[in-house]
């Protein structure tokens, strides 16, 4: 028998969220929440959407688990309040793990974590709680990712790594081989961090500029 869920979120996120739980896990979604002055439709992927204020109402902590499914806005704190405000109800909290990831490193997987598909996690990773990992990343040997983090697709984490609480890691990103990412860093798409980042720290990949001759005088295209 499958075990009841309910996702906190009614966006894409959520709507993601629903689906990979739906398809590649032993939970069954019964229900959305939000709270109360976002709700906009009693019901979202076919299920009801009730408010996050009353939801021990509608469903009993005993009987249903929780999962919060949201981004990284505010540096992930949005997320983390949700998350430990439904810890605070008495619900258990669910991670979400894919079954097309690799994983090496013993289940070290803390509450409320999203790990899609094509990750591979080495063995000696530890991973926190309510962390995102979005597909196809790469967590090297005996790194860790601090509690709050959310790291997009094809970031590579070297070995020995540490990643600290709030950061956001944009895709493509690289990080070298053991230094430590201080927290609330952000680390924009295509960065490459070869020493350790201080607390607060913003990093920006080079984008590419565009080239002065036009693709009408390009040949062989």
Known sequence: MKKSLIIFGAGDIAQLAHYYFSTDSSYEVVAFTVDAGYITASEFCGVPVVPFEEIGKHYSSDEHEIFVALSYSKLNQVRKEKYLAA???GYHIASYVSSRATLLNAGRIGENC?????NTIQPFVTIGNNVT???GNHIGHHSTIHDHCFIASHVVVSGGVEIGEYCFIGVNATLRDHIKIGEKCVVGAGALI????EPGGVYIGQATERAK???TRLRNI
């Open 114 to 118: 999203f790990i899609l598909e094509d």
């Open 194 to 197: 070869l020493a350790d980042a």
């Open 133 to 135: 990992l979005w597909s």
């Open 213 to 215: 001759v036009p693709s």
């Open 87 to 89: 810890k605070a109800l």
